[in-house]
């Protein structure tokens, strides 16, 4: 992978070895679980709020069906903040990675529980062969198995099931159980069920380098306080 494929792990790594866990906000207009989270809020101004409140990349969730999202929302927010951002999608073909790519994205996420193994494998060589970097996201053991053979540069722990559209009640104890069976060398990512800031410790003290947090931040009330208040609370936990 050539160095601006790294662009968005590198930007959490700096993060992380300045001793501040990282906090990426997730932007998404709503969830199937909690429905509508902007509340008429304007996402790319939510955007550039967390940007100033000191993220140094962001995610963006791009599907449009049960997530409300768009690939016009990813350019507007890449456009609006010069940050590394992820797209979040059910990738499954390489045409979405070039439209990815035209969006102006840093990397993609691949959720290995919605790709047979084979062709995730092609869409990791794909991405990577056009400057993006992958987010491979697993929710068992099993998945970091099949992966393992990688050397993949981030793996995400999904502690809810995207297979059913993270509408369980997941927790940080999916990251507490399969964090420390990943490489040390890879960046490890906890997504979803992370509330509070006792949340973000339990995940770093677990083995997790950078959290994602989405649906906690967009609620609150104010929402760079709360991505301040998850800072902190990974400043204590190191």
Same mark, same amino acid.
């Given at each position: 992978?050539?160095?601006?494929?790294?662009?968005?792990?590198?930007?959490?790594?700096?993060?992380?070895?300045?001793?501040?866990?990282?906090?990426?906000?997730?932007?998404?207009?709503?969830?199937?679980?909690?429905?509508?989270?902007?509340?008429?809020?304007?996402?790319?101004?939510?955007?550039?709020?967390?940007?100033?409140?000191?993220?140094?990349?962001?995610?963006?969730?791009?599907?449009?069906?049960?997530?409300?999202?768009?690939?016009?929302? $990813?350019?507007?927010?890449?456009?609006?903040?010069?940050?590394?951002? $992820?797209?979040?999608?059910?990738?499954?073909?390489?045409?979405?990675?070039?439209?990815?790519?035209?969006?102006?994205?840093?990397?993609? $996420?691949?959720?290995?529980?919605?790709?047979?193994?084979?062709?995730?494998?092609?869409?990791?060589?794909?991405?990577?062969?056009?400057?993006?970097?992958?987010?491979?996201?697993?929710?068992?053991?099993?998945?970091?198995?099949?992966?393992?053979?990688?050397?993949l540069t981030m793996i995400g722990i999904n502690n809810r099931n995207i297979v059913e559209l993270e509408m369980d009640d997941g927790s940080v104890s999916n990251t507490e159980k399969?964090?420390?069976?990943?490489?040390?060398?890879?960046?490890?990512?906890?997504?979803?069920?992370?509330?509070?800031?006792?949340?973000?410790?339990?995940?770093?003290?677990?083995?997790?380098?950078?959290?994602?947090?989405?649906?906690?931040?967009?609620?609150?009330?104010?929402?760079?306080?709360?991505?301040?208040?998850?800072?902190?609370?990974?400043?204590?936990?190191?």
């Amino acid at each position: 992978m050539n160095i601006s494929g790294k662009k968005y792990s590198a930007a959490l790594w700096n993060q992380y070895h300045s001793g501040n866990i990282p906090v990426i906000p997730d932007i998404k207009c709503r969830s199937p679980q909690e429905g509508d989270l902007l509340q008429g809020r304007d996402p790319v101004k939510l955007a550039q709020t967390l940007a100033e409140a000191g993220a140094s990349v962001l995610s963006v969730v791009t599907e449009p069906k049960y997530f409300g999202g768009s690939p016009k929302l $990813l350019q507007q927010i890449v456009k609006a903040t010069s940050l590394p951002i $992820l797209c979040k999608d059910f990738i499954n073909k390489r045409e979405q990675l070039h439209e990815t790519l035209d969006s102006g994205a840093s990397a993609i $996420l691949l959720i290995a529980s919605m790709l047979e193994k084979k062709r995730l494998f092609k869409l990791i060589d794909d991405a990577l062969m056009l400057g993006l970097e992958p987010l491979v996201e697993i929710h068992n053991e099993a998945e970091i198995v099949s992966i393992n053979e990688l050397n993949l540069t981030m793996i995400g722990i999904n502690n809810r099931n995207i297979v059913e559209l993270e509408m369980d009640d997941g927790s940080v104890s999916n990251t507490e159980k399969l964090a420390s069976l990943i490489s040390p060398k890879t960046l490890v990512i906890s997504e979803s069920s992370i509330s509070s800031s006792a949340d973000v410790q339990r995940a770093t003290a677990a083995g997790a380098h950078a959290v994602l947090v989405g649906t906690a931040i967009l609620q609150a009330q104010d929402p760079a306080e709360m991505y301040r208040s998850l800072c902190e609370a990974g400043k204590k936990s190191l």
